[in-house]
C-alpha cells in the first residue's frame, strides 16, 4: 500500500496512539453523551454545508472508517477520506465494496493531510476550488503541523471545514471525561496562548484551539475569509481560498 509519510517523531506518537487504544475515540461505547452531541452537531452542519456550497467533492482527513461517507453519498458528490492508520482502509474500503459505490467517486487512502499535495494523487480526482476539506472532530488539535495542512490545502485552492472543541474550563472537563472513558490515563491539561491542551499516555496530545488561533493559521496561509459556525460544545470554521 502507498503511503505519502511527513515523517518525523511527533507523527509517530500521533500514529501510535490511534493505531492503539485512540482508534475507540470513534466508537459509540466510549463517547460521552457530551462527544455524542458534538458529533451530532458536526454532522448536522456538515451537512448542511454540502447543501448550501455547491461542493462537488467532500475531502475527510482522519476519516476512520469513512465518517462521513454517507453524507457525501446522499449528497451525490464525490468523496475521498484519507487517514495515517493503515488499519483503517481495508476496513473503509469494505464499506465502499459493501455498498456498491464505484471507486471513482468514493475513494479512502492512506496519507496524511499534512502532505495533501501529495496524498491528493491518491483521490478520485483533483481537488479543486469546488471541492472541501472537512477536518472534522477535533483532527486540527492534532496536528504535528496545522501550518503544512494548510498551506497544501491553500495550493489546492480548497475550501476547509475545521471542526474544534471550545477551549473553555467546561469543556475541557467534558473532553477530559471522554478521553478517560477511552481509556487514556495521567491526563493533564494546560491553558496556553492558542488554546488549551491535553496530553495523556499512550500518546494522546489534543488542543482545542481558540477561534483567533485557528483565524491566524488560516490568514497565515493565504486563506481570505473565515467564518465561524457554532455546534455543540465546539466551532466550525470555515475557511475560503
Ligand atoms: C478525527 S481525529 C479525533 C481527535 C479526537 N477526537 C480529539 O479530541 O483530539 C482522529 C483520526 O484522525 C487520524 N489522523 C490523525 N492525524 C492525521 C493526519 N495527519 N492525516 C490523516 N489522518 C490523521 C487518526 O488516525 C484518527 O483516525
Redesign the pocket.
Known sequence: MRFIQ?ANSK?DT??SC??GI??R??FDQYLTNEVSEFLWSEHQLIRELLEWGNFDQLIE????FGRAMQLAIDMRIAYDG????KE?IPVARSRIKDLGLDSNEVRVSF????SLEETSLLFTGRPSDSSLILL????F????SPSK?LAGARVLGCAVAIVS?HFDAGTTRL?RQ??ENCGFVNLKSEFCSIGTRIVASHG?D?LAYKPETIEKFSYDAGFTRVTHFPISHGTLSLLRP
Open positions: 511527513p507523527q500521533v500514529l490511534y493505531a485512540g482508534s475515540m470513534f482527513g482522519g476519516c476512520g484519507c487517514e495515517i492508520v483503517w496519507g496524511s493531510v499534512e472534522p472532530f477535533n483532527l488539535g492534532n496536528l504535528n495542512c472543541f473532553r471522554y478521553y494522546l489534543s
